[in-house]
């Protein structure tokens, strides 16, 4: 079983729509929750990071996680086509270890 | 942009030469990384350093030899490599705050290698 486990996609949601990235882990005392945003050719950048169950927003952005069942999702409100990109999650306990992404392609 | 660059951005080399690559971070952080990132697969861990010191060496061939002079720095020499050493090579840092390598990570733009 892989450690972090993502969708590759793509995923493709309409420009204003609703998109929900899925990720989960193996890992049950993972402590940090991290999403990535990573478009094509460009080094990964920190959307979110979420450490306790429930939701956090920022902005168009919804972390939620659910310790629980292990697994982190990451909600997109009123896409945009600059949205589309890799999504990469990436689960913290005794190191860092990434999924290998969802892409996500929101259509105009 | 972010405050962690490498340098070169690209680098074509062939399997006798020897290079370098260069990162540098100005956050003031305590920590820094190297990455492998290969297509299809997720990110590889290569090497840690905290506090200018070792701490993790995932099983990293001793063709890729890292050096951190100070925190602000890290290097990644690379010799005789391999065509499938051909990726993206991507530095990070973070503050570790204690928790390890479960702090945030930033990341530079990345090193694209092709061995030939």
């Known amino acids: 079983q892989k450690e972090v486990e993502q969708n590759s996609g793509p995923l493709s949601v309409p420009e204003g729509a609703i998109a929900s990235l899925n990720c989960t882990y193996s890992?049950?005392?993972?402590?940090?929750f991290f999403w990535y945003r990573q478009y094509s050719g460009k080094s990964p950048e920190l959307i979110m990071f979420i450490y306790s169950n429930g939701d956090k927003e920022d902005g168009r952005f919804t972390a939620q996680l659910n310790k629980a069942s292990q697994y982190v999702s990451l909600l997109i409100r009123d896409s945009q086509p600059s949205d589309s990109a890799t999504y990469l999650c990436?689960?913290?306990?005794?190191?860092?270890?990434f999924g290998t992404g969802t892409k996500l392609q929101v259509i105009p | 942009e972010t405050g962690v660059t490498q340098t070169p951005r690209h680098l074509v080399m062939g399997m006798t030469n020897k290079k370098s690559l260069k990162c540098e971070q100005h956050?003031?952080?305590?920590?820094m990384y190297w990455y492998k990132q290969s297509a299809k697969k997720p990110l590889e861990l290569m090497f840690v350093y905290s506090l200018e010191e070792r701490v993790e060496n995932n099983s990293v061939p001793s063709r890729f030899s890292p050096e951190c002079p100070n925190s602000s720095h890290l290097f990644l020499h690379l010799h005789t490599l391999q065509p499938e050493d051909s990726a993206l090579y991507l530095c990070?840092?973070?503050?570790?705050?204690?928790?390890?390598?479960?702090?945030?990570?930033?990341f530079g733009p990345g090193t694209r290698l092709t061995v030939l």
């Open positions: 890992d049950r005392g993972s402590q940090s």
């Open positions: 990070a840092s973070s503050q570790d705050s204690g928790r390890g390598s479960t702090d945030t990570q930033y």
């Open positions: 956050l003031g952080h305590n920590a």
């Open positions: 990436a689960v913290g306990y005794q190191k860092v270890t």
